[in-house]
């Protein structure tokens, strides 16, 4: 099965900053992948889907790229709201694995 | 909009079982298939399978083969995850959830909590 790991597992960092998160799939997946955000005691929700297409309503500094193996999510000024653990998840088959996460707080 | 709404919180016992539904609303049931997602306590997601209620089609994750059973009932638009042989480690917060085309989480259930203790 295809393993997903995040980078890094957790960071801190100031309202304005640009943060980025890395995700790395072990066998390529083409661009079959989302980015979730879980704010802390909530459900998830989807913030990107097929690596790079922002989901309906997600605000537009949530950026993703990547393909292949290698895939970043950017958020590029960083807001007290956007505390947060990110997930990626493969979806290209199955098993639909998720990443480990990336826990995001404000410094 | 699209809702899932998931029975209530669990307590069993090791070497139980537990069944856990997932009643769908504001959408056609049989046009999407139901994900079940869980999340042990201040831990990650963990994918556990997926059915079609509109053909029974499914995909156990290789860690819960032979531990978990998916169904649905289309006259209820009820999905349903029963999980046997309960261990302390399966405590978690289990969560069923819609794909849409693509195999995307566009819908979340609100979860259901299932402490396993002695």
């Known amino acids: 099965d295809v393993q997903m790991t995040q980078s890094p597992s957790s960071l801190s960092a100031s309202v304005g900053d640009r943060v980025t998160i890395t995700c790395r799939a072990s066998?390529?997946?083409?661009?079959?992948l989302a980015w979730y955000q879980q704010k802390p005691g909530k459900v998830p929700t989807v913030l990107i889907y097929?690596?790079?297409t922002l989901q309906s309503g997600v605000p537009s500094r949530f950026s993703g790229s990547g393909s292949g193996t290698d895939f970043t999510l950017t958020i590029s000024s960083l807001q007290p709201e956007d505390v947060a653990t990110y997930y990626c998840?493969?979806?290209?088959?199955?098993?639909?694995?998720f990443g480990p996460g990336t826990k995001v707080d404000i410094k | 909009q699209v809702q899932l709404e998931q029975s209530g919180v669990e307590v069993k016992r090791p070497g139980a079982s537990v069944k856990v539904s997932c009643k769908a609303s504001?959408?056609?049931?049989?046009?999407?298939?139901i994900t079940w997602v869980r999340q042990a306590p201040g831990q990650g997601l963990e994918w556990m399978g997926w059915i079609s209620p509109y053909n029974g089609h499914i995909n156990y994750s290789q860690n819960f083969q032979g531990r978990v059973t998916m169904t649905t009932d289309t006259s209820a638009s009820t999905a349903y995850m029963e999980l046997r042989s309960l261990k302390s480690d399966d405590t978690a917060m289990y969560y069923c959830a819609r794909l849409r085309n693509g195999w995307v989480i566009d819908s979340w259930g609100q979860g259901t909590l299932v402490t396993v203790s002695s």
């Open positions: 998840q493969k979806y290209n088959s199955a098993p639909l694995t």
């Open positions: 504001a959408y056609t049931f049989t046009n999407y298939f």
């Open positions: 097929d690596a790079s």
């Open positions: 066998q390529g997946i083409s661009n079959y």
